[in-house]
């Protein structure tokens, strides 16, 4: 049974930095993903990680967000630097089953483990 758990979300003000953490219990194959929804928004993908390094990020956040993983501690991390207001979200981390195959365009669908979420709170 695969667990994901979220932590590091906080209110900060903009241009301020956070790290989100997500700690995963169980197997999991090697393309794993940070989403986040806002309040009466779709959920969107934010960052993905594959084998060898590969990252895949949305033009929203290129630049400002990076993602990485520490295998030996089986946790994925988001580390975010000049946060908006519009980063304003719940944060998920997915993984997905069966699979190491990652594509460069996040959806959903393609992602079986969630985690509880993180929440994220940018000021102006």
């Known amino acids: 049974q695969v667990q994901l758990v979220e932590s590091g979300g906080a209110s900060v003000q903009t241009g301020g930095s956070l790290r989100l953490s997500c700690a995963a219990r169980g197997y999991i194959w090697n393309c794993l993903a940070w989403f986040r929804q806002a309040p009466g928004k779709e959920r969107e993908g934010v960052a993905g990680i594959g084998d060898h390094g590969w990252t895949t990020y949305a033009d929203s956040v290129k630049g400002r967000f990076t993602i990485s993983k520490d295998n030996a501690k089986n946790t994925l991390y988001l580390q975010m630097n000049d946060l908006r207001p519009e980063d304003t979200a719940m944060y998920y981390c997915?993984?997905?089953?069966?699979?190491?195959?990652?594509?460069?365009?996040?959806?959903?669908?393609?992602?079986?483990?969630w985690g509880q979420g993180t929440q994220v709170t940018v000021s102006s």
């Open positions: 997915a993984a997905r089953a069966g699979t190491d195959v990652c594509y460069a365009e996040l959806r959903s669908a393609d992602f079986f483990y």
